[in-house]
């Protein structure tokens, strides 16, 4: 009981400016996360929570006091749409931008309904246009009403210090977005723009002119395809205008993350007819391999996550590239798999993936599979394998072994026990572990 009333009395006695920075380094946290991912429905306000700083400021007054008295402690500003009484969310907003006194903000405005009405919409457009100027990151999600002309002319404005824009259409929207001319999304002027995240509907709306203007110094674009399944038909655009928009950013992007395709093969062939290719420094897959197709030769890594390594016998081979990383990810079983994709890249890294997703590789490495072995990866010299956070790293010895092994005697080296004397003496606790295989 004593230390319980020491430990509170310890709280109490920190000076404003120290709990000012440990506030500082939370929001620093939170806004970083934000700009990482995006805003999800099961987000804690939208579930009637309380955002950061309102949340720190009920504690007591102490806390309020400190963050009342601190303006960069406002400059995240999180809208759930829509609210029960429209102008209340004009005057919370207006109300901590106020309080963020000239700082730089975050805006994330989520909409938790499949519509909105009209008159909300132009008044919310013309809150971001008013204060574009002000903005560091702007995240829009499902928000209806971006593909009215009008709405869309609205969202201008001279945006020098945002950095990081988000956008994700709404999901009522289905077919008809892909059989009309939408008009172009946003005439924000955002020239300093180093992260951009946007759906497939969205990246169907973008002018191309916009692309070249503004990410000029781009580091991260992701392309998301949500749990939607897009319409298909022989008005179906999307397909085409999802590399073209990638294409028409000027310079080779730092890195590409492609988010949950869900093209069928069909569309990949019909996109590859027409001699479109996408690429990046370095290009991030998730939950499905198929965009792997249409990647071009001159990525230096390539990152699969969330996926089954052998997911369609159509993959025939992997573009080429320096590293290939494989993380979360699962196999199938080896009697069911085909010997591909092949790839000529020297370094595989798997992270917390599981043993059938190893063996795989393995075989694609050279193990002996069906009394033969044949190596799709024969310019691999280095293994990684990696486990994370409490993840346990489970991969069968003899085939790891066998697979050193059959690599040796292709390149005509000598084992002589070699394989167990050195795998022997490594101690796999779930940690990080460097294999040299030639």
């Known amino acids: 009981m004593p230390r319980k009333k020491l430990t509170r009395a310890s709280v109490k006695l920190l000076p404003s400016e120290t709990l000012c920075s440990i506030f500082r380094f939370a929001l620093e ?20 929570g309380l955002p950061f700083p309102h949340a720190m400021a009920s504690v007591c007054r102490q806390w309020r006091d400190v963050i ?60 971001i246009a008013l204060h574009s100027g002000q903005l560091k990151s702007l995240r829009i999600r499902n928000f209806y009403g971006l593909y009215i002309q009008e709405y869309c002319d609205t969202l201008a404005g001279h945006a020098p210090q945002l950095e990081c824009l988000q956008v994700t259409g709404p999901k009522i929207l289905g077919c008809w977005t892909t059989r009309q001319h939408l008009p172009p999304l946003f005439k924000l002027d955002c020239p ?24 000029t110094n781009v580091e991260s674009v992701t392309l998301s395809f949500g749990d939607e399944l897009p319409c298909f038909g022989p008005s179906y655009s999307v397909p085409d205008d999802v590399p073209k928009a990638l294409n028409a950013v000027p310079g080779r992007i730092p890195r590409l993350i492609i988010d949950g395709l869900q093209f069928p093969f069909q569309t990949i062939s019909h996109i590859k007819r027409r001699g479109l290719q996408i690429g ?20 230096k890594t390539i990152v699969i996550r969330d996926c089954e390594l052998v997911e369609d016998p159509h993959i025939r081979r992997l573009p080429s590239s320096n590293t290939l990383e494989f993380d979360d990810c699962f196999g199938n079983s080896l009697e069911m798999a085909p010997l591909t994709p092949s ?10 993936s599981d043993s059938l997703c190893m063996k795989a590789i393995f ?11 044949c190596s799709l990866w024969p310019r691999v010299t280095t293994l ?55």
């Open 68 to 127: 009342s008295s601190a303006p960069e402690l406002w400059t995240r500003i999180f809208c759930v749409m829509p609210n029960k009484s429209r102008r209340q969310t004009l005057t919370d907003l207006t109300s901590q931008l106020q309080k963020a006194h000239g700082y730089p903000v975050h805006l994330t405005i989520v909409n938790k309904h499949n519509h909105l009405k009209q008159k909300e919409v132009p008044r919310i457009l013309n809150f």
């Open 192 to 215: 300093s723009l180093r992260i951009l995240h946007i759906d497939h509907k969205v990246a169907h709306s973008l002018d191309h002119q916009w692309l070249k203007n503004n990410l």
């Open 384 to 438: 990684e394998l990696v486990a994370k956070d409490d993840f346990i790293l489970r991969f069968p010895f003899k085939m790891l072994k066998a697979m050193i092994c059959s690599r040796r005697e292709a390149a005509g080296q000598e084992n002589l026990g070699k394989n167990d004397v050195e795998l022997d003496a490594i101690g796999f606790k779930g940690i990080l572990c460097f294999v040299t295989i030639i």
């Open 280 to 299: 990046a420094e370095k290009v991030v897959v998730r939950g499905c391999m198929k965009v792997l197709a249409i990647v071009d030769d001159h990525c």
């Open 343 to 352: 790839w000529d890249g020297d370094t595989v890294t798997v992270t917390n």
């Open 29 to 48: 946290d939170i806004i970083e996360d934000d700009m990482k991912t995006t805003a999800e429905a099961e987000h804690r306000v939208i579930a009637g």
């Open 363 to 373: 075989v694609l490495l050279g193990a002996p599979f069906k009394d033969s072995s």
